[in-house]
């Protein structure tokens, strides 16, 4: 993922995870993503994330897909 700071001004951001369906989130199991810790940007900056996700061994046949959606929060620590 990408993300970029669009402000006049640096940015520190948390990223809430968003799982679709939720009802099958729980077959999903996040194994890394480094925006589970607060992220600085300065302004115009832009900077690249990589997170993995593993379908747990039981997820049933008919769970093909899932969409996974970052929410951006300021952190206000």
Do not use: W
């Amino acid at each position: 993922m990408r993300a970029k700071n669009v402000s006049g001004h640096e940015v520190t951001t948390r990223v809430g995870h968003r799982i679709a369906p939720e009802a099958d989130a729980s077959f999903l199991a996040l194994l890394q993503c480094p925006l589970l810790l607060p992220a600085t940007f300065k302004p115009g900056e832009t900077k690249e994330f990589v997170s993995e996700y593993l379908f747990l061994k039981d997820t049933p046949e008919r769970v093909t897909a899932f969409r996974v959606t970052y929410e951006f929060a300021n952190d206000r620590r």
